[in-house]
């Protein structure tokens, strides 16, 4: 398998990556995580509507620009760099892919074209292990009824739509559109350890919903390839993330100076740089050879998707916080003060550790998928 981006993709990043320069540095960061929203609506519009990313991987029969997975995977990496403010991943990787995936062709003709034109933002309220769903739906005259939270919901306090995941009495699971300011929904944004990442709590009350608010009420192996679809995202966002604590780690190390000379020239330092690098390049082989699995299936077809995708997450989780807490030791004290950003990587790796699953449960999905 080819893990070389061709010359679009390459074009793609490189795009990616001169605009963040300029529209996701550090005091824009620092900007956008103080705001209400958590991200720069100008930006937003920018990266939806004028730049067309928010249109990646939705089909071109619903307006989109019908790229794959490695394309996501690549603007991920990217935005992962630069701890992009914006609610590109709970809207393309969550929310549209939802649709992608499990939606009607009614529910895809109305809800894409909106997405990919960035006029409507979209999450997924649901958590990273099926079992563990905690909303509740029933048959409510022609239409249904849900009751229960989720908790955490990425951006769950701004999307303008709700793709949520609900348990009947049977223990079927379904998928349904819910408005975000609809009747009986309440959001509650949390005060989080990674200021960069919005999470909220959603609680639904009453929720009264149509006939056509159903995605499918047989969604269990839909939502587990959505899950694993999104986790490979999350993961080469990671593998961004990892990469310039490297770099950071670099700089840094070449113009500290003690006992007269640069401390990248000490021992202990080159060998914590280099098992950095390794780590590092080895959880970007895990998260390419993910996306290109994701890329080379249809949706609902693939049977390696699970383990890669939780492969791909585990070690690309791992990998994000060890070379954040390298990077910290490097810095020594003055890593975790507010005028380096060394800190902010810190905090989103370990915010990101725990998202759609820990190492630990997705270590475990793969022995099990392995039949170990």
Known sequence: MDFTFNEEQEELRAMARAFLLDHSGPEQVRSAMETELGYDP??????????????????????????????????????????????FFSTVCLGANALIVAGTEAQKQEYLPRIAAGETT??????????????????DGDGFRLEGHID?????????LLLVAARDDAGRVALFCVPGDGAGVTRNGHATMDQTRRLARVELSGVRLGADSCLSEDADDALREILDRSAIALAAEQVGGAQRCLDLAVAYAK????FGRPIGSFQSIKHK?????????????????????????????????????????????DTYFQCASDCLQIHGGVGFTWEYD??????????????LGDPAWHRERVAREIGL
């Open 273 to 317: 740089a280099a098992n950095m690098m390794i780590e590092l390049e080895s959880a970007r082989s895990a998260a390419y050879y993910a996306a290109c699995v994701a890329a080379e299936e249809d949706p609902g077809a693939s049977a390696e998707l699970g383990a890669v995708a939780s492969l791909a997450k585990a070690y690309c989780s």
């Open 152 to 160: 955490p919901v990425v951006d769950g306090h701004s999307a303008d």
């Open 255 to 258: 113009e500290r100076v003690q």
């Open 42 to 87: 100008g930006v937003w519009k920018q990266i939806a509507q004028e730049l067309g990313w928010a249109a990646v991987s939705i089909p071109e029969a619903y307006d989109g620009l019908g790229l794959g997975a490695v394309e996501l995977t690549a603007l991920m990496e990217c935005m992962g760099e630069t701890l992009l403010c914006a609610p």
């Open 122 to 139: 979209a999450t997924l309220a649901a958590p990273p292990d099926p079992e563990a769903i905690a909303v509740t739906w029933r048959r």
């Open 342 to 355: 060394v800190h902010l990587y810190f905090k989103r790796a370990r915010a990101s550790e725990q998202l």
